[in-house]
C-alpha cells in the first residue's frame, strides 16, 4: 500500500471536498433513505489521483472502509450508513470469469456478462440483539458468515451460558436484504465452442432487488472465496469463488458488449458502400452449404431485424422477424442454425427438448439454501440477438404456453410460488421442425404434417418448406458441393496452401467483422418507409388479395404484410440506408412471395389459409357443403351413408373423389365417426 490508513480517510474527504461528489453527498443526506449510496465513477478516482486509484483497486476492503468513515465524517451523520460505491471500470480492466485465479482473491475486479440467475430479495440479520434469560438485558452482535452466532456472555449480568439462555429480539435486531445471482459469461466473447462460464455473485442493501435473468451487467466487485465443504459438513482446503457485488453498471444501448472502434466504423462505411452488400453478406452464411439461397438471405436480414415501433396507446409493434424452417431430415436444418447461432451477435442454439432445466422461457426453482431461484431460458438469455430452437415442435408444453407471449410481445412473465417477474425476450426465433410422419407428404397441406398449433405457426414471419425430393441435377450439385467441402476440410487439416477451392468454401465477409457490422446496424441505423416502397406494399397487398374473386382463396394476410414491411426494413438496415427503397420492399415481396408460393399452395393456387389451417378456403367450401349434406342425412336417419353423401355432394358441385377426401379429412380430425363402415355420424 503506497499509503498508511490514516491517510487513506484524509485523501477521501479531500477529493469530496474537491470534486462535486460533496454536493452529491449532500443530496443523498436529504433523500436517505430512500438514497443510500455515494457512486463514484473510477474515471473521476483516477483523473484525481491515479496512484489512490490503482491501490484502491488492490486493497479494496480497507479503501471503502476508510472512504465510507469519511463520508460520515463529511456528512457529519453519524447514524447514516451510507455506501460507497465505486463504478464504471474501463472495458479493459474487466476480467473474465474463467481467467479469475488466487491472485484475485480480495481484489476490486469487473465481470461483464448476462445474469443466468436471481433468488427471491430476503433480509439478512447484521446485527443481532440477543436477550439474556437471566436478567433480559441484550447483549448486541454484529454477524458474519451464514450461520447464526450467539454471544457467550451476557453484557449486563455477566453470567455465561449454558447458565442462561439468548434468544434473538427481532425488533432490536438490524436486518439487511441480501440477494445472489450467478452472472454467466456473454456468449459473443467466448471462443468458438467454448462453454459460458459462470459465478455467484452476492448484492446487498440497495443493490438488492435490481436485476433480473437476462440483464446485461458489468458487475464490480470484491472476489472472495468460501471453502467448500464436504458431506457431514466436514471443511476442506479447497475453496469457492464469489464476488460481494460492491456496484452494477447495466448495459444502456443495444449489443453495447460488441465494440466498435473507430475504425471498424470506417470499414464497415465501406463495405457498405461497395454495393452488392446483401449478396457478400448473404455468401458468408454457412458457405458449406449447399443452395438455399433465398433462405439464406431471409436469415441474414433476420439478424437485421425490422425497426420496433411504439404506437401513442401503449401498444408495441415488434421489429424481430421469426422464421420457420420445416423439413425432410437430412436437409441441412440444424447445421443452417448452429451456423446461424454462432455468426448472430448473442445467438443462442438449443433444442426444443431442452437440454437446461429452465427450458426456452423461464424456470422457477429452490436452490440449496431453499430460496426460490429464478433462472433464465434461453429466449432470455438470447435477449437483443437471435435464438435458434431446434426441434421446436418438441418443445415442452409449459414452453409452449409461454412462447406465444414471447414472440408476440417479447417478454416472458413468471407467476410461480409467489415470484412474479417479468423477463425481457426481445430476440428474433429462429425454429426447426421435422414432419410428423418422417417425411413430407406432397398431398397433405403443411400444417397437418407439423406437430404446432396454428396459433403458433401463425407468429411466423416467414416459414420455409424444405424438401428433399430426388432430383439428378440438383442431386449431382450438392454431392460435388459436399464431397469438395470435405476436400477442403483435410486440405486445411493439413495446412496447405490456400487455393480457389478453399476460397470457395471460406465466408466473404470475416465473422468476427460480420457481428459488428449487425451490431453497428442495429445501434445506429432506423429506416424509415419511403413513398414508392409504401406504394408498392400496398399494391402488392391489394393485387394479391383481388386474385380471390377469381379464385377464392385468401392469398396474403394482414400478417403478411407486416412480414414484408419487417424484411423490407431489415434489407435496408443491411445496406446502413436510413430510407426504404423501393429495391428493399420488391426483396422483401421476393421472399415472402417464395415462400407463400411453397408452403401454402393447392393446385397451384396460393392460400394463405392453407398455410395457418391447413385447409384451404377453397376446401372450405367443399367442407362446409358436406356439412350441411351430413347434417341433412343425420337429421333424417340418425345416420348417413358415404353413397348418399357423395351422391347429394356430386348434386351440389363436388366431385365424388373430392367429397370422399374430405369425408376422410374430417374423420381423421375427430369431426365425426365411423360407426359402421361407410356410416357416419357425428361425433
Ligand atoms: P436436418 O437437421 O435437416 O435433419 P442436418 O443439419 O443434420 O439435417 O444435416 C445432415 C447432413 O447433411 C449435414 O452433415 C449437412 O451438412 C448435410 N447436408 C444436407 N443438405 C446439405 C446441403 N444443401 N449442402 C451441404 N450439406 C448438406
Ligand atoms: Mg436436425
Redesign the pocket.
Known amino acids: 500500500m503506497r499509503y498508511a490508513e490514516e491517510e487513506i480517510k484524509a485523501i477521501w474527504l479531500d477529493f469530496f471536498s474537491k470534486t462535486e461528489y460533496g454536493l452529491t453527498l449532500s443530496r443523498i443526506v436529504d433523500e436517505y433513505p430512500d438514497e443510500k449510496s455515494l457512486i463514484v465513477s473510477f474515471a473521476d478516482l483516477v483523473e484525481y489521483n491515479p496512484n489512490f486509484a490503482e491501490d484502491f483497486l488492490k486493497y479494496p476492503d480497507i479503501y471503502l472502509s476508510r472512504g465510507e468513515e469519511a463520508i460520515r465524517e463529511h456528512t457529519g451523520e453519524e447514524e447514516m450508513h451510507i455506501h460507497l460505491r465505486i463504478s464504471n471500470l474501463p472495458r479493459d480492466r474487466r476480467k473474465d470469469i474463467r481467467d479469475l485465479r488466487s491472485v484475485h482473491l480480495g481484489q476490486f475486479i469487473s465481470i461483464e456478462g448476462i445474469i443466468r440467475k436471481a433468488t427471491e430479495v430476503r433480509p439478512k440479520l447484521k446485527l443481532g440483539a440477543f436477550k439474556c434469560s437471566d436478567c433480559g438485558g441484550i447483549t448486541y452482535l454484529v454477524q458474519e458468515g451464514t450461520r447464526l452466532q450467539e454471544p457467550h456472555k451476557c453484557a449486563h449480568c455477566g453470567k455465561t451460558k449454558p447458565t442462561i439462555r439468548f434468544t434473538l429480539s427481532i425488533e432490536h435486531s438490524e436486518f439487511v436484504d441480501t440477494q445472489k445471482v450467478e452472472i454467466q459469461e456473454n456468449p459473443e466473447n467466448l471462443r468458438g465452442g467454448e462453454q459460458p462460464q459462470r459465478l455467484a455473485a452476492y448484492l446487498e442493501d440497495d443493490l438488492a432487488g435490481i436485476l433480473v435473468p437476462g440483464d446485461r451487467v458489468a458487475l464490480n466487485g470484491i472476489l472472495r472465496a468460501k471453502e467448500r465443504r464436504m458431506f457431514g459438513n466436514v471443511k476442506t482446503t479447497e475453496f469457492d469463488i464469489y464476488l460481494d457485488v460492491v456496484s452494477i453498471d447495466k448495459e444502456k444501448k443495444e449489443l453495447e458488449s460488441i465494440e466498435i472502434t473507430e475504425e471498424d466504423e470506417e470499414k464497415i462505411r465501406e463495405e457498405a458502400s461497395k454495393g452488392d452488400i446483401i449478396e457478400r453478406l448473404r455468401d458468408t452464411i454457412a458457405p458449406?452449404?449447399?443452395?438455399?439461397k433465398i433462405e439464406k438471405e431471409a436469415l441474414l436480414l433476420q439478424m437485421f431485424g425490422g425497426v420496433p415501433k411504439k404506437m401513442k396507446d401503449g401498444t408495441r409493434i415488434r421489429g424481430d422477424i421469426h422464421i420457420l424452417l420445416v423439413?425432410d431430415?437430412?436437409?441441412?436444418?440444424?447445421?443452417?442454425l448452429q451456423y446461424m447461432a454462432q455468426l448472430a451477435p448473442r445467438g443462442i442454439y438449443t433444442s426444443g427438448k431442452g437440454s437446461s432445466a429452465a427450458g426456452l422461457t423461464a424456470t422457477a426453482v429452490r436452490d440449496e439454501s431453499g430460496r426460490w431461484t429464478l433462472e433464465a431460458g434461453a429466449l432470455v438469455l438470447a435477449d437483443m440477438g437471435l435464438a435458434a430452437i431446434d426441434e421446436i415442435d418438441k418443445m415442452s408444453s409449459t414452453d409452449r404456453d409461454s412462447i406465444y407471449q414471447a414472440m408476440e410481445q417479447q417478454i416472458i412473465a413468471v407467476t410461480k410460488a409467489g415470484i412474479y417477474a417479468t423477463l425481457m425476450a426481445r430476440c428474433s426465433i429462429l425454429g426447426?421442425a421435422?414432419p410428423k410422419y418422417g417425411r413430407f407428404d406432397p398431398n397433405r397441406p403443411l400444417v397437418d404434417q407439423i406437430d404446432l398449433p396454428t396459433p403458433l405457426l401463425s407468429r411466423f414471419d416467414v416459414i420455409f418448406k424444405i424438401v428433399d425430393v430426388p432430383n439428378p441435377e440438383k442431386d449431382r450439385a450438392?454431392a460435388e458441393?459436399?464431397l469438395n467441402?470435405h476436400l477442403v476440410g483435410e486440405m486445411l487439416q493439413l495446412e496447405e496452401e490456400e487455393n480457389i477451392l478453399v476460397e470457395e468454401y471460406s465466408p466473404k465477409i470475416d465473422p468476427e467483422f460480420f457481428r459488428k457490422y449487425v451490431a453497428y446496424a442495429k445501434r445506429n441505423i432506423f429506416p424509415k418507409l419511403s413513398d414508392e416502397a409504401i406504394e408498392l406494399l400496398k399494391k402488392k397487398y391489394v393485387d394479391t388479395r383481388k386474385q380471390y374473386e377469381e379464385t377464392h382463396a385468401v392469398a396474403i394476410t394482414p400478417r403478411q404484410l407486416e412480414a414484408m414491411i419487417r424484411l423490407a426494413e431489415a434489407s435496408a438496415r443491411a445496406r446502413l440506408s436510413e430510407v426504404v427503397t423501393k429495391e428493399d420492399a420488391e426483396r422483401a415481396i421476393r421472399i415472402v412471395d417464395y415462400f407463400l408460393k411453397e408452403a401454402s399452395t393447392e393446385e397451384g393456387i396460393i392460400d394463405a389459409d392453407i398455410l395457418y389451417t391447413g385447409i384451404s378456403s377453397r376446401q372450405r367450401s367443399v367442407m362446409e357443403k358436406i356439412d350441411i349434406i351430413l347434417r341433412k342425412l343425420i337429421n333424417e336417419k340418425g345416420f348417413a351413408e358415404e353413397d348418399e353423401i357423395l351422391e347429394e355432394a356430386e348434386k351440389v358441385g363436388v366431385e365424388r373423389l373430392k367429397a370422399l377426401r374430405m369425408l376422410e379429412k374430417m374423420h381423421r380430425e375427430g369431426l365425426i365417426r365411423e360407426v359402421r363402415s361407410g356410416v357416419y355420424k357425428y361425433v
Open positions: 458449406t452449404i449447399y443452395g438455399m423439413g431430415p437430412g436437409t441441412a436444418k440444424s447445421q443452417l426447426a421435422n450438392l458441393h459436399i467441402a
